[in-house]
């Protein structure tokens, strides 16, 4: 990805073209591993209640840092749901092991590579 987030898309690199994959096949590909892979609002907004409540309980501790730690403890959940979700649909007939199989076999075996993902 771009950046650790994988919702920033995967770049396109040169040795793509070369392989004679085009850009919007790319693009085509990266997005539903994107699409496939977001939060459903239920799940976004669970993940990100864990850090405000942890900011308002530790508000009185931390009175100048409560919304800061609340932040950070709501992005590190967020990343952690979003990295479950990921990994169970990239398991078993999962969504997301669905897409990389059917752009594998159908677009990237024939130009002699295969495309994966994998979690840090």
């Known amino acids: 990805t771009k950046t650790l987030d994988l ?6 690199d040169d040795r793509l073209q070369s392989l004679g994959v085009s850009r919007d096949l790319w693009f ?4 539903e591993i994107i699409r496939t892979s977001k939060l459903t609002f239920k799940e976004d907004y669970a993940a990100w209640t864990a850090g405000v409540t942890t900011g308002t309980l530790s508000l009185p501790l931390l009175l100048p840092f409560g919304p800061m730690v609340g932040y950070w403890t709501g992005r590190k959940v967020h ?10 649909k990239l398991v078993g007939e999962g969504d997301i092991r669905s ?3 059917t752009y594998n076999s ?8 295969q495309a994966w993902l994998e979690l840090p």
């Open 99 to 101: 897409i990389l199989q």
């Open 28 to 31: 085509q590909f990266t997005s």
């Open 7 to 12: 919702s920033s898309g995967f770049a396109y």
């Open 79 to 88: 990343r952690q749901t979003v990295a479950s979700k990921v990994q169970e």
């Open 106 to 113: 159908m677009h990237f075996h024939e130009k002699g590579f």
